[in-house]
C-alpha cells in the first residue's frame, strides 16, 4: 500500500463543514467494499462537521456510470461538492484497464468542466484483499473517510478563492 511520506511541518486544514452539501455516488458493482467505502465517507464527514441531512447517497450500477452521475449532480447546483465511490479490481481480461481508466478520466473532467469538486474514491486495485485494506472499519485505512474529509477542504479553498474574486 502506498505511504503519505509526510513533512513534519505539514499544514493541516481547520475544516468546518456546516452548511456544506455533499452528494455521495456509489457503484453497486463490488458492494461489499463500496458500502465500507460509504459508511466512510459517512464518517469523515461527520467528523468535520457536515451535518448527515446535507448528504445525499445516489446508488449507480458501477464505477463506469459514476462520471455521468457526478456531472447531473454537480450541474445540479444542489451540492457543493460530490464524492464518488467504487471498487474496480483486476480481473482476467482487459477490461479492467477500460473501466478503472475512464472513470478517472471522467471523474476529472467533470470537476474541470463544473467547478464542482469531485473527490475520487474509487479503489483501483488487484485482488480482494487490497481493496479491503483500503476500505477498513473505524480507526483502519478508509478511502471514502479521506474523501470526505477532502471534500469539505476543497469546498473550503473553492469559496475562499471565490469570494477573493469578487
Not at 39 to 46: C, D, K, M, P, S
Not at 49 to 69: K, R, S
Not at 102 to 130: H, I, K, M, S, W
Not at 144 to 161: L, P, Y
Amino acid at each position: 500500500m502506498a505511504t503519505d511520506a509526510a513533512s513534519p511541518d505539514r499544514t493541516v486544514p481547520d475544516l468546518d463543514g456546516t452548511g456544506v452539501r455533499i452528494a455521495i455516488l456509489c457503484g453497486r458493482f463490488n458492494d461489499h467494499i463500496t458500502n465500507r467505502l460509504l459508511a466512510g465517507a459517512r464518517r469523515g464527514l461527520e467528523n468535520v462537521g457536515v451535518d448527515a441531512a446535507d448528504v445525499t447517497v445516489t446508488w449507480v450500477p458501477g464505477a463506469f456510470e459514476l462520471p455521468f452521475a457526478a456531472k447531473v449532480h454537480a450541474e445540479s447546483g444542489a451540492f457543493d461538492a460530490v464524492i464518488v465511490l467504487g471498487a474496480v479490481i483486476r480481473g482476467e481480461t482487459t477490461h479492467y484497464e477500460l473501466v478503472a481508466g475512464e472513470c478517472g478520466r471522467g471523474v476529472q473532467d467533470v470537476q474541470l468542466a463544473t467547478g464542482v469538486p469531485v473527490l475520487f474514491g474509487v479503489l483501483t486495485t488487484e485482488n480482494l484483499d487490497q481493496a479491503l485494506a483500503r476500505s477498513e472499519e473505524p480507526g483502519g485505512h478508509n478511502v471514502g473517510e479521506e474523501c470526505g474529509r477532502g471534500a469539505v477542504e476543497m469546498v473550503g479553498i473553492a469559496r475562499a478563492v471565490r469570494a477573493r474574486m469578487r
